[in-house]
């Protein structure tokens, strides 16, 4: 079963959307699709670090990785730079609300990654075998 909605999105998500279209040659509806079926928690509408690390896992799975770049697949250094910041910051001298919520956000994103990349290893043995 499938529900038919009608979205509104700022241009500048929309415009996301169609030039990762053009990338993957899908749809824009299937890469907005793709997004939605990812599962992941709502993000806060600021442009918080937590928010640009999503995106580079969004843009990563919509660009159709093999499994072996899956396995291998790490942030960009500067997400990865915030997030240890923001953990050393929490162990010395305590976080804001808003930096909490945003080291949150890391640690699920890494729960994430951490499943997404053992179950790629897991395909890759068993192709070897």
Do not use: C, W
């Not at 960009?76 to 949150?104: C, F, W, Y």
């Not at 990349?117 to 192709?127: I, P, S, V, W």
């Amino acid at each position: 079963m499938s529900r038919l909605i009608t979205l509104e999105l700022p241009d500048e998500v929309y415009q996301r959307f169609k030039a990762r279209s053009q990338k993957t040659k899908r749809s824009v509806e299937e890469e907005l699709l793709t997004a939605f079926t990812l599962d992941l928690p709502v993000l806060p509408l600021l442009e918080t670090g937590g928010l640009q690390a999503y995106n580079e896992v969004i843009e990563f799975l919509a660009s159709g990785p093999s499994v072996s770049e899956i396995a291998q697949f790490k942030l960009s250094d500067e997400t990865r730079q915030r997030a240890n910041t923001l953990l050393v910051k929490e162990r010395t001298q305590g976080v804001t609300e808003d930096e909490a919520k945003e080291l949150d956000y890391y640690v699920d994103l890494g729960d994430f990654l951490g499943i997404l990349r053992a179950k790629a290893q897991l395909q890759l043995h068993a192709n070897i075998s």
